[in-house]
């Protein structure tokens, strides 16, 4: 996940000045509102036309045109299951290919889109809705959004830059390498085109395709941009990317787990979590030897083998193996960062089925360093609006035989998405019980969440489908829109969550166990934030990740205001669903942690659940025991405790105290093998611990 935003936020960052009419004068970026869509540039029919897709469908449309002036324009028109994109874009180019001037206009996901970017004087200066800066001119600029598709000629000049590579602004430095071709069909019969990665913008290598002259092709992940007509060849240009990362990362694999590393352990004087009581205990040793937890004793009782390696562990906390409950596998290097922070099993509500199987198996085969995964596939009415990745659906009959793929694809359960026909719930999820599979997801359109469960749902996946209970019928009846989410910041708010609808609701969940993954953290960024300052969840990263994500994203604004509304009022609907999470908690509803991000906020959901009213241990327990039980690993993994598998991370600091301390792992321990965190973290391409 992190990977496909920040691809996004890349290609959506070089550069462009706005204009009303395909020859009309550019006029500033919007002071107030954003520039609406019947004002943006119209593309002409000659220009050179680009596809947002996925395997789901197509999303939208960029286009590339030039000027009567010379400058060049650019337009993308998109809507990802609700979520509306619609912006143009201008760039001038300064006589060394720089670009001189960029105006972004128009509206995003994350709001009003307007960013100017100008040189003159021999200064760089640009302003954005979060940010503004100057500089001494000289290098290329990385917008924080913009048309994706305007990122092509930075791509060009890095790829002709070759080793000496290209200085960036704000700041920083990059260059590009290159891999294999391939050669594909397109409209006007094969063409070749080639693979190279981008180092210097994101912490690991960026990919991008490049055609026959080393100029931009397209930028293929989980939502591509590709040349309209070119479309047939997603799946093969996928396959050779993940490949050529695989490669790079499964030499980064044979560096960790080594023989060595999996030599016994010990951790002595250790503050230890014991997951199964909820306890936390003082001055204790745990023997971790051939993959299992061997002893666990008092500080200096255990008397360690021969070739066992001694921890000290005064003033740090052991704790089981970090689960997050709600974290897409991404590419190779993305699960790399996940085992960095500590995270060695997770659930996967959304996968494919290609990336799943080849993930597990080269997870088993030591060349992806990745935690366990337990993985879900998405199912979905093939609908316009229909989630990207997913296995999308005609009828009952389908639904059910994908249920059926799951299970002989060897996975653990089925997600149902927000335009699957509410009938087909029930036939469907008896399908998937019969197999034995999990079911769990958004709640379909027109669907309230207890009748979802009442269907054959085990789980609930986002809070905002546990409000949508209290939600009027017609945010109810568009929750496949961007309802889902504007219907709970506007109304939430007014929820007396002590009348018998949500009361009755919270009680029969906790009556049926069903479980809820609120990812809380998702809500708290999207309601509560104004720009221009770090999410909580991100301060901590701030400085060792990349300036391109700590602009684009760990500083980004809230979801837009819809019109009448404050931000306060979001703020207020926010609040009401951290005591929602707690009165789910308080009533025995199983509340297991995640992200639905990048694996990093994870620490920020446990703390917000501590201010729902969690103990220290039971927000730990939600992202370690808890899960574990969820996916019927209990007996083995989830706890420390003699005989289970050795998955274990030491943090520096009192965790019962702290739950901050999570975030700095110092050791991490995944199947025995003993892993140095600060070493996985430069592999990963952080700059250092997290604050």
């Excluded at 809380?520 to 999207?526: A, D, H, N, R």
Aim: proline share 6%.
């Amino acid at each position: 996940m992190m990977r496909l935003l920040l691809t996004a936020a890349l290609l959506a960052s070089t550069a462009a000045l706005p204009v009303f009419a395909h020859d009309a004068a550019p006029a500033p970026a919007a002071a107030s509102k954003p520039v609406p869509k019947e004002d943006l540039l119209k593309p002409p029919a000659d220009a050179a036309h680009y596809v947002v897709v996925s395997e789901a469908g197509k999303h939208g449309d960029q286009w590339r045109w030039q000027l009567p002036d010379g400058r060049t324009a650019y337009r993308w028109s998109q809507e990802l299951r609700g979520w509306i994109t619609e912006m143009d874009q201008v760039t001038s180019f300064a006589p060394d290919g720089t670009v001189a001037a960029t105006t972004v206009r128009g509206v995003t996901m994350s709001g009003d889109a307007a960013e100017e970017y100008r040189v003159a004087d021999g200064r760089a200066t640009w302003k954005t809705a979060n940010d503004s800066g100057e500089a001494p001119a000289g290098g290329w600029y990385i917008p924080a959004g913009g048309v994706g598709i305007a990122g092509a000629p930075m791509i060009d000049a890095l790829a002709a830059a070759g080793d000496a590579g290209l200085s960036f602004l704000p700041s920083g430095k990059g260059h590009l390498t290159f891999a294999d071709t391939q050669t594909i069909q397109g409209p006007n019969g094969p063409k070749t085109v080639q693979l190279a990665f981008m180092h210097g913008i994101l912490p690991s290598p960026l990919p991008v395709w490049l055609d026959e002259k080393k100029r931009y092709f397209a930028d293929i992940s989980y939502i591509s941009t590709i040349p309209a007509g070119y479309e047939g060849a997603l799946k093969q240009l996928r396959n050779a990317q993940e490949a050529a990362t695989a490669e790079a990362v499964a030499a980064v694999a044979k560096r960790f787990l080594t023989p060595a590393a999996k030599a016994p352990v010990l951790v002595d004087n250790v503050q230890l979590f014991d997951a199964d009581k909820g306890e936390f205990l003082p001055a204790r040793a745990v023997l971790a030897q051939d993959g299992k937890i061997a002893a666990i004793g008092a500080a200096g009782s255990l008397k360690a083998p021969a070739g066992t390696r001694v921890i000290d562990g005064k003033g740090k906390t052991l704790v089981p193996g970090i689960w997050d409950s709600h974290l897409h596998i991404g590419d190779d290097w993305d699960v790399l960062s996940n085992m960095a922070n500590g995270i060695t099993s997770f659930r996967s509500p959304g996968t494919t089925f290609d990336r799943a199987v080849e993930a597990t198996k080269r997870r088993a085969d030591g060349s992806l360093l990745m935690g366990e995964p337990f993985i879900s596939v998405i199912i979905d009415k093939k609908d316009p609006l229909a989630a990207q990745g997913a296995e999308v659906v005609s009828s009952a009959d389908e639904a059910i035989a994908a249920v059926r793929r799951v299970k002989e694809a060897g996975l653990w359960g089925v997600k149902f998405y927000t335009s699957m026909n509410p009938a087909w719930i029930a036939p469907a999820a008896a399908e998937a019980h019969k197999l034995g599979l999990h079911v769990h997801g958004h709640v379909p359109a027109g669907m309230k969440p207890s009748e979802a469960v009442a269907a054959g749902y085990d789980e609930l996946t986002h809070l905002n489908f546990v409000v949508m209970e209290s939600m009027p019928r017609e945010v109810i009846d568009k929750a496949n829109t961007r309802q889902r989410m504007e219907g709970p910041a506007r109304f939430f708010k007014d929820v007396d969550l002590d009348a018998p609808l949500m009361k009755g609701f919270v009680a029969d969940l906790a009556a049926k166990k069903t479980i809820v993954d609120p990812t809380i953290v998702i809500f708290e960024g999207m309601l509560t934030q104004d720009g221009g300052k770090p999410h909580p969840a991100y301060a901590p990263y701030m400085g060792i990740v990349s300036p391109v994500i700590e602009r684009s994203a760990f500083t980004a604004g809230g979801y837009p205001l819809v019109e009448g509304y404050t931000r306060d009022d979001y703020r207020k609907s926010y609040a009401k669903m951290v005591d929602l999470v707690g009165r789910l908690h308080k009533a025995g509803v199983p509340i297991v942690a995640g992200t639905d991000g990048w694996g990093i906020e994870l620490i920020r959901e446990l703390e917000i659940y501590r201010q729902a009213g969690f103990t220290p241990a039971e927000a730990i327990q939600s992202a370690t025991i808890l899960p574990a039980r969820v996916v019927g690993a209990d007996q083995r993994t989830g706890s420390i405790a003699v005989g289970k598998e050795a998955d274990m991370v030491l943090v520096d600091g009192d965790a019962a105290t702290d739950l901050g301390a999570l975030r700095r792992v110092v050791t991490v321990v995944s199947d025995g093998y003993v892993m140095d965190a600060d070493e996985l973290r430069k592999a990963a391409g952080y700059g250092g611990r997290p604050k």
